[in-house]
T-cell receptor, first 111, second 115 residues
Framework: GQQLNQSPQSMFIQEGEDVSMNCTSS?????WLWYKQDPGEGPVLLIA?????ELTSNGRLTAQFGITRKDSFLNISASIPSDVGIYFC???????????FGSGTQLTVLP | GAGVSQSPRYKVAKRGQDVALRCDPI?????LFWYQQALGQGPEFLTY????????KSGLPSDRFFAERPEGSVSTLKIQRTQQEDSAVYLC?????????????FGPGTRLLVL
């Protein structure tokens, strides 16, 4: 089946710094989604990308859908403590209804 | 408004016991999905419903796993004769649409520990 590879696995950054994480796949995705999961909660959708080359922002978050449709990245600018959590990339596969998730990037923001 | 709710939030079962996990989707949402999330991993698809019809159950790991949504609203995921490898967080998600550019809204999950 399709697999998504996320990097880095974990990041430790200082408050105020910018963060970049990415996701790659060996096969094409027609939609890229970025979710955030807080401890004890389910994933929450941050940004959805539907078109190759698309660059979309949501506040301090910016994500891009790679031209090859096999990668995507997420940037967070001026990080704050509440950015702590696990960030997942995901995309529909198989029946196009089920989501395939990456293994996540654990973000820690140090004061 | 109310989001997706799941119960129980935590479940401890002895190996061999049957468990039932409940999902209450957002009111009016047509589609309902179940995912399994192992520790340190991303969620993995189990099955999904459109109204009461189970359209894809390709992700269910064995015939011990069974899901139903008899009235097209509340869904139950049942695991029979639980094994230690069933320990995971079970996430439910619902969406308003029946495909296309849908957003899946996730519940908080049920944390299952099989001893």
């Amino acid at each position: 089946g399709q697999q998504l590879n996320q990097s880095p696995q974990s990041m430790f950054i200082q408050e105020g710094e910018d963060v970049s994480m990415n996701c790659t796949s060996s096969s094409i995705f027609n939609t890229w989604l970025w979710y955030k999961q807080d401890p004890g909660e389910g994933p929450v959708l941050l940004i959805a990308l539907y078109k190759a080359g698309e660059l979309t922002s949501n506040g301090r978050l910016t994500a891009q859908f790679g031209i090859t449709r096999k990668d995507s990245f997420l940037n967070i600018s001026a990080s704050i403590p509440s950015d702590v959590g696990i960030y997942f990339c995901a995309g529909p596969s198989g029946s196009a209804r089920q989501l395939t998730f990456g293994s996540g990037t654990q973000l820690t923001v140090l004061p | 408004g109310a989001g997706v709710s799941q119960s129980p939030r935590y479940k401890v079962a002895k190996r061999g016991q049957d468990v039932a996990l409940r999902c209450d989707p957002i009111s009016g949402h047509v589609s309902l999905f179940w995912y399994q999330q192992a520790l340190g991993q991303g969620p993995e698809f189990l099955t999904y419903f459109q109204n009461e019809a189970q359209l894809d159950k390709s992700g269910l790991p064995s015939d011990r796993f069974f899901a139903e949504r008899p009235e097209g609203s509340v869904s139950t995921l049942k695991i029979q004769r639980t094994q230690q490898e069933d320990s995971a967080v079970y996430l439910c998600a619902s969406s308003m649409l029946a495909g296309g550019r849908e957003t899946q809204y996730f519940g908080p999950g049920t944390r299952l520990l099989v001893l």
